[in-house]
């Protein structure tokens, strides 16, 4: 007897531990939850009232938090040898065998490793001093009217990705990318230089000479030496940024807003999927959370609305055409773009209106108002042959937009009856979509787990092993050796009308 209660005691003392463990274990995962990185589809987004989405609120923050460096840059002290080449390379090679030993997941691992080059201040820190000292000067205008300034903003891009980059480690939340400061140990490594806040607020002959500075310093780096560039990542997100020297770093990592493979601002084997990655323009208009979008979202009684630049060059030249036969049809709002708070006010506006906001291509085959109507949740309608998308790797923009070709658009009232026939149920289920779409466009600071800036680095760990196969293919052929590979791929972009809505 005696021993069958101390049996019975010996199991409630465990199935009471079991449980407690049990228990624990639970409350464990559950305190975790928030920390899990969630699927595009998955929750609606509410961005932390502490972080800052402006890039002027966001800049002056910045600047008063993080004083240009007293320490040495990466500038070489002395002239650049084979043996600096080399050197770099052995630690390379040791520091490669040890991950590829230890890290069952390398090459394609995460966190990558990204070294940030401390470049000489007249390259970073003078220009964002710039911008911030002349950002009320109304009067610096572009040669068709638009305000330089508000252009910088839409292409800061390189702000928000170094931003990030180089804060405290104790104050980041992307896990996707870490800093690392030992050249050896790189993925990859970010150049800093703003680009297009130079060619815009640079007198002309001084923006080149800084280019000219720029593209030697640069290409100076052993580390640019041993690898030809290939694993070098370069912010020029403004078609006309770095555009005097950029051929010749044209094996770099370009940031790019689009591929124009219309010849107008890349020329040809520049610019490819498989090398260089779109980002999303920076919004001109506020964003709307999901707060937001459940108020407007029943009071959207607007078919169709495009606000901007009515006529366009290169392929912008349908945006004129589709003007002509849009223009004073039921349900539709098409309005001459004015610069300023007032026109920020009004796009913002109609896009909260409109269940459709048309997306033509102007002298680009992208624009900010894409990202615009995205995050004002209204559907955009694509009219864009030649368009890529950002982060189309990990995005599936058939869940949030339609895409037209040019020839359909063009017929002859084709437009408003493809729209009017979409069923009232997908519509809405794109408007969800949107909601939780919405949040991978949202530059901010500190940057988000799944916005644009995280996504950049998990859609960069995707080109690691690719590069590194270039880089040491290239080391490795000696002269005379036939050229068979290349990864080059820039076959011409097909739209396809979506002919029945299910």
Known sequence: MAGKQISRSKSRIILLSLSLLGFSLLIFLSSLSPLRTTSPSSTHFHLPTTSHTSFVTSLEHFLKTHPSPSLPDDTPHKPLTDQHVTNLDNSVFHSETNRLNSDPFYPISLPLKVYVYNMPNKFTYDLLLLFRNTYRDTSNLTSNGSPVHRLIEQHSIDYWLWADLIAPESERLLKSVVRVHRQEEADFFYIPFFTTISFFLLEKQQCKALYREALKWITDQPAWKRSGGRDHILPVHHPWSFKTVRRYVKKAIWLLPDMDSTGNWYKPGQVYLEKDLILPYVANVDFCDATCLSEINPKRNTLLFFRGRLKR??????????????????????????????????????????????????????????????????????????????????????????????????????????????????????????????????????????????????????????????????????????????????????????????
Not at 314 to 324: M, P, Q, T, Y
Not at 353 to 381: E, H, M, Q, W, Y
Not at 440 to 463: I, N, R, T
Request: charged share 25%.
């Open 313 to 502: 060059n290169a392929g912008g030249k349908i945006r004129s055409k589709l003007v002509d036969q849009l223009r004073g049809a039921d349900g539709v709002v098409i309005e001459e773009g004015t610069s300023g708070e007032g026109g920020k006010e009004a796009a913002q506006n109609g896009m909260r209106k409109s269940l459709f906001c048309l997306n033509p291509a102007g002298d680009t085959p992208s624009s900010a108002r894409l990202f615009d109507a995205i995050v004002s949740g209204c559907i955009p309608v694509i009219v864009s042959d030649e368009l890529e998308l950002p982060f189309e790797g990990i995005l599936d923009y058939r869940k949030i937009a339609l895409f037209v070709s040019s020839n359909d658009a063009l017929k002859p009232s084709w437009l408003l009856k493809y729209l009017k026939d979409i069923r009232s149920a997908h519509i809405k289920e794109m408007q969800q979509n949107l909601a939780k779409y919405s949040r991978h466009f949202l530059y901010s600071s500190p940057a988000q787990p799944l916005g644009p800036e995280d996504l950049v680095w998990k859609m960069m760990a995707g080109k690691v092993v690719n590069i590194k196969l270039h880089s040491r293919r290239s080391q490795r052929v000696v002269e005379g050796s036939r050229n068979v590979c290349t990864c080059e791929c820039r076959p011409g972009n097909i739209t396809n009308t979506v002919s029945t809505i299910s």
